[in-house]
């Protein structure tokens, strides 16, 4: 599948073997919870193809706001609810690791001189 920007935009079309009918469900406070019900391209629920659910919600940082959004195992809303602290602790967590992981790689860099040039200022290895 390719992405929109590396498609010229005459060949864009809609996937209508792939369409959802989105709902979104919120607290007002903490929680959002969007609903992603299959649908076929007349519009009728397509049962044949599972109902998705995702969750978000924002966590206060330094810089901000940081959206945190997860996908929630779910068959109906009040499962979704039910899981959805559980769903966006392990997305918090996945976004921990990948930030030590990004920090590791960082400071794991040695500037070594002669080195292959990046942007023609700094040596990296």
Do not use: W
């Amino acid at each position: 599948m390719s992405s929109p920007s590396s498609t010229p935009l005459e060949e864009i079309q809609v996937d209508r073997e792939n369409l959802y009918l989105e709902e979104v469900f919120t607290d007002l406070k903490v929680a959002t919870i969007r609903r992603l019900s299959p649908i076929k391209a007349d519009g009728s629920p397509d049962e044949a193809r599972p109902t998705l659910f995702h969750g978000q919600t924002q966590l206060m940082s330094q810089m901000g706001p940081l959206p945190v959004n997860c996908s929630i195992e779910a068959t109906s809303l009040e499962e979704a609810m039910d899981k959805f602290p559980e769903a966006i602790a392990q997305a918090i967590e996945h976004m921990i690791d990948e930030a030590k992981e990004a920090q590791r790689q960082e400071s794991s860099r040695i500037i070594v001189p002669g080195a292959a040039s990046v942007g023609g200022k700094i040596k990296l290895t």
